[in-house]
């Protein structure tokens, strides 16, 4: 049973946007953080940002941080990465990541990612 997809991915160059979602199929959505990942090519996976259950706080990676916004819609059960001034360096698999904070715990679910690529 699929919980979770990302959508958005795709070929732009470098200084463009791109917006991301992580679309899923969790009732108790927003209960759970948000959290986007990537895997550059070649090299581990790394945390790129996350939000809260509620939508008040937010995190970001240093190489993101001014450039990339986490969001979350809770009635249609999605969240988003809006990607500005993108860079080459940003190409990667992007994958998105969902965790219970509230009401218990559980595993990670993950999504199979979506490749973004940043020509310069």
């Known amino acids: 049973q699929v919980q979770l997809g990302e959508f958005g991915g795709g070929s732009v160059q470098a200084g463009g946007a791109l917006q991301l979602s992580c679309v899923t199929a969790?009732?108790?959505?927003?209960?759970?953080?948000i959290t986007w990942f990537r895997q550059p090519p070649g090299k581990e996976r790394e945390f790129v940002a996350k939000?809260?259950?509620?939508?008040?706080?937010?995190f970001y990676s240093d190489f993101v941080k001014g450039r990339f916004t986490i969001s979350r819609d809770n009635a249609k059960l999605t969240a988003y990465l809006q990607m500005n001034n993108l860079k080459p360096e940003d190409t990667a698999v992007y994958y998105c990541?969902?965790?219970?904070?509230?009401?218990?715990?559980?595993?990670?679910?993950w999504g199979q990612g979506t490749q973004v690529t940043v020509s310069s």
């Open positions: 969790i009732r108790a959505f927003s209960n759970y953080a």
């Open positions: 990541a969902a965790d219970r904070e509230i009401g218990g715990s559980g595993p990670r679910i």
């Open positions: 939000i809260d259950w509620s939508g008040s706080s937010t």
